[in-house]
């Protein structure tokens, strides 16, 4: 019988980042500074600075998308609060549902494999929150790429033997989630709550609202 294996998107399907940009947001308020347009440069910097050369870490992300914030905004104000930001990621809350859903799945068979956009030491503590659940893990620091890259995906399919196991992908994101895996050959389900519908090119995939879904879905 073929092994069955579920990849998990670590910050997305398992993890909210949202307190992050919650500081930025605060830090922008606190400072009279127009914060909607603080919070929207920040996430624009984190995407663009993924696949900028060399390759930051995530922590080196949130340091150097700070940085160029206050060139943007013309202050300086938010480098200061790089390691409070970091130290935030750091510790990132599961997602409801999370603890008890990969138990669920880990209870019916299946091996669980977490892909995850954080450094090294992140991915770590990610696992640990989760009571060390996942078989298998690989951080973007180890692959030195983000998603939808393709390396990253390949790099996972070599460490987690996915060319020998039936793999599905549990992603919240579309461009960064779905779409990789569609090219990598990878069944998925995306798990969201808003009204997108997804393109045809990357059909089939799931859909679920929740991660308390996921057990019905896979039963």
């Avoid at 696992?127 to 996972?156: C, G, H, K, T, V």
């Avoid at 461009?175 to 990878?186: D, K, L, Q």
């Amino acid at each position: 019988m073929e092994e069955r294996i579920i990849t998990f998107e670590g910050i997305g399907a398992l993890f909210d980042d949202t307190p992050v940009y919650q500081m930025v947001e605060d830090e922008a308020f606190s400072h009279g500074l127009y914060d909607t347009r603080a919070v929207s440069l920040f996430q624009t910097y984190m995407e663009r600075l993924k696949y900028a050369e060399p390759f930051r870490s995530y922590d080196g992300l949130i340091r150097e998308a700070l940085s160029y914030l206050d060139m943007e905004m013309g202050c300086e104000v938010f480098k200061r609060i790089g390691e409070d930001a970091v130290d935030l990621a750091f510790h990132l809350t599961p997602r409801a549902y999370a603890a008890s859903t990969l138990r669920i799945l880990k209870n019916s068979g299946y091996e669980l494999a977490l892909i995850s956009a954080g450094s090294i030491d992140m991915t770590n503590e990610e696992n640990r929150q989760l009571d060390q659940i996942f078989d298998y893990q690989l951080s973007s620091e180890e692959a030195e790429s983000y998603a939808p890259e393709r390396r990253l995906f390949e790099i996972a399919a070599d460490r987690f033997s996915l060319y020998c196991k039936h793999n599905t992908y549990v992603t919240s994101h579309y461009w960064e989630g779905v779409m990789p895996a569609s090219r990598a050959g990878w069944t998925k389900v995306w798990v969201h709550q808003d009204q997108m519908k997804g393109r045809k090119k990357e059909e089939p995939y799931g859909e679920v609202r929740s991660l308390k879904d996921l057990p019905l879905y896979f039963s």
